[in-house]
């Protein structure tokens, strides 16, 4: 039996080789702890055992994922998406948990089921995984297509039937009396929570995070979220409510005070490495016995669900308006299990509702859907198309519409998201009588924009032919203006496959990402920040009276050394990126008489090899102020230079211990 320490270095290391593993293959890290959970669990290689202690400490895996999707959940968002959370998410979990009572007298033969274990295993069977679907259609760019929002909206929805479900499943093998009694005081306390919450606790949380905000510390802050996150998961478990219900909660009442975006990614460490280790204890679980021993059960609990959900979503999905083709690719992102009904699972074996074996045999199978999740969403676009007679049709015709927009232009402009940022150029363009065409994936905003005269068309432009039918070949730039990275890099090497040497210009929040893109065939890039300094510096001069000649000159030399001397700034503890290592920042080194850079030159030191460049030395002249001297490799510096240096936060302290 391995010892604490043993047991989580064993946990670490194994965490480590999965998500590396999984992530060289292009899978999504879940299945690589799932995977390693299998190996090194009491079943197969026996490295780990599956202790109470592992246990309540994965648990919180779940509380932090309970807090994030809390931090999401919002009235707004609600309102906008209700047909689709409401009436396909409802229709979707809700069939399954009634339909799942007829289908379990089918197995009675084999291992008797009562009719509150099917509800319970039909709660636990509705469940998809909101933590591999969302990733991998994230990945694809596919969040605002058709079938990404009803992707989304069926996720919500079991996301927040998992709190009615956590309450319902401990009241089942109650009789009607104490069912209906228990159900009521949990809507009781439930509801109390939800006043005290949203008509007390929302103003108060507000105003508290402003004080603790005031006072620019990350320590305190991180401490005071782990206290509201944890504190509120321990008040609903004493009041005989699940930990994970309390940081629902706890996110729904930080999700309304504006610092709701940086906790969600304070919080994001926690999630991601607790959740991690709750999915290895998951894995744990596989017994490799009852896989060999009751194979014809995990195969038909396998493709039963499978094919039961792919087929129950899919015509909910087409009987709520979508076509033949969005609703078979809504079904295959959703057929898989989830990591929620492995949360209830576990609640169901607690409170031996169904027979241990049976269990087991669900869990594998489960397990393994997930496994599968991966491939059925890569080939959705071509299953679609097989088995849907107008998939062909409808993709024909969206690029028919595409080229009709783009087949009279030449030397044109591509632009690639029709956002605040693509409007804007798509305006400029226009004043000049540049031919442009821009794809978006926003069906709404491609409504408006086009009824109103701008010229964009439905489409992903992270697909070859949506590019080809964009007149990319004719084509004199493209344009990208994605806000997200991973995505702009999908297009770049996309345009330099079928285009090599095209000019490409892409736009990013700032400088991090610049080498990256520019070597993924960027032909410019243009970090939003940057450009923002440049427009207020430029202001001031001529405000201070610096002539407007002077001044574009000045610009124009920033912008032509490749933003060098503003890339980067000098950082405040309340900054965004505080303690991000990837982010370029300025950074003030005084030389002390002692240091070991004194009396050595600019060459000798030799800085560029640390990663960082020497923007300027400020020297003390006697009977004067600090000057800034000429740069050059002879310059010899003494006691009490002050040198401001450039580059990542590892860069810069390496070149400060160098210098002092």
């Known amino acids: 039996m391995p010892s604490v320490l043993q047991l989580t270095l064993i946990l670490l290391a194994s965490g480590v080789a999965g998500v590396v593993i999984f992530r060289y293959f292009g899978l999504p890290p879940i299945l690589g702890y799932l995977a390693i959970g299998v190996l090194i669990g009491p079943h197969a290689l026996g490295l780990a055992s599956d202790s109470a202690t592992v246990k309540y400490l994965a648990e919180f895996g779940v509380v932090f994922l309970m807090f994030s999707i809390g931090l999401e959940f919002n009235l707004n968002k609600l309102r906008a998406m209700r047909k689709i959370v409401f009436g396909l998410g409802g229709s979707q979990v809700i069939l399954t948990m009634l339909l799942a009572v007829p289908a379990s007298l089918l197995m009675n033969w084999i291992y008797p089921i009562s009719w509150h274990a099917a509800i319970a295993l039909g709660g636990a069977l509705a469940m998809s995984s909101t933590a591999i679907v969302t990733k991998l259609i994230s990945d694809r760019a596919e969040l605002e297509t058709e079938h990404g929002r009803n992707v989304v909206g069926i996720l ?31 809507s009781i306390k439930i509801t109390i929570a939800l006043v005290l919450i949203f008509f007390i606790g929302q103003s108060l949380m507000s105003h508290w995070f402003k004080l603790v905000a005031k006072l620019r510390s990350q320590e305190l802050f991180m401490l005071n979220l782990l206290l509201i996150v944890l504190g509120m998961a321990g008040l609903t478990e004493h009041f005989g409510l699940s930990l994970a219900l309390g940081a629902f909660l706890a996110g729904m009442l930080i999700s309304e005070t504006p610092y709701r975006h940086q906790v969600e990614e304070d919080v994001k460490p926690f999630r991601d490495v607790l959740l991690g280790l709750f999915f290895i204890t998951i894995g744990m679980l596989l017994d490799f016995n009852v896989i060999q021993e009751q194979w014809l059960l995990v195969l038909a609990l396998l493709i039963g669900p499978l094919v039961f959900k792919f087929c129950l979503i899919t015509l909910l999905s087409k009987a709520f308006g979508s076509s033949l083709g969005i ?40 397990l393994i859907s997930m496994f599968c999740a991966p491939f059925l969403i890569e080939y959705s676009d071509r299953i679609a198309m097989r088995f849907s007679s107008n998939e062909w049709l409808l993709q024909s015709l969206a690029l028919t519409r595409v080229a009709a927009k783009s087949v009279r232009n030449e030397n044109h402009v591509v632009i690639c998201g029709f956002g605040r940022s693509g409007q804007s150029l798509a305006r400029m363009l226009d004043q000049e009588k540049i031919p442009y065409i821009a794809l978006d994936l926003d069906p709404d905003r491609v409504k408006e924009a086009a009824a ?8 992903d432009a992270s697909r070859e032919n949506y590019l080809i039918a964009a007149g990319l070949s004719r084509a004199k730039a493209v344009v990208i203006t994605y806000a997200d990275t991973a995505a702009s890099l999908r297009v770049l090497r996309l345009v330099e496959q079928l285009r090599p040497g095209m000019t490409v210009l892409v736009r990013t929040r700032d400088d991090a990402d610049i080498a990256k893109l520019q070597a993924a065939g960027a032909t410019e890039v243009i970090p939003e920040l940057i450009e923002g300094s440049l427009m207020i510096a430029s202001h001031v001069l001529l405000i201070m009276g610096v002539p407007m000649r002077k001044v574009v000159r000045r610009i124009t030399t920033a912008r032509e050394e490749r933003y060098s001397l503003l890339r980067g700034y000098f950082r405040g503890s309340a900054d965004d990126d505080f303690g991000s290592n990837e982010s370029w920042r300025l950074h003030s080194i005084t030389l002390l008489p002692h240091s070991q850079a004194v009396g050595k030159t600019l060459g000798e030191l030799a800085l560029e090899n640390e990663g960082v460049s020497v923007q300027a030395v400020r020297r003390k002249e006697v009977n004067s102020d600090y000057v800034k001297l000429p740069l050059s490799p002879e310059l010899r510096l003494e006691a009490n230079d002050i040198l401001v240096v450039s580059g990542n936060s590892e860069a810069t302290d390496l070149a400060e211990a160098k210098l002092l």
Do not use: H, W
């Open 327 to 366: 609703s078979i690719r809504t079904g295959l992102c959703l057929a898989q299990a989830g990591e929620f009904g492995f949360v209830l699972l576990t609640q169901i074996d607690g409170l031996d509702l169904i027979d241990p074996i049976l269990s087991q045999a669900v869990l594998a199978a489960m």
């Open 156 to 186: 919500l929805f079991q996301d927040l039937a998992v709190v009615f479900l956590l309450i319902l499943l401990p009241s089942l093998g109650k009789n009607p009396t104490d069912l209906f009694v228990a159900l009521t005081a949990a």
């Open 452 to 459: 109103a005269g701008d010229n964009v068309v439905y489409g």
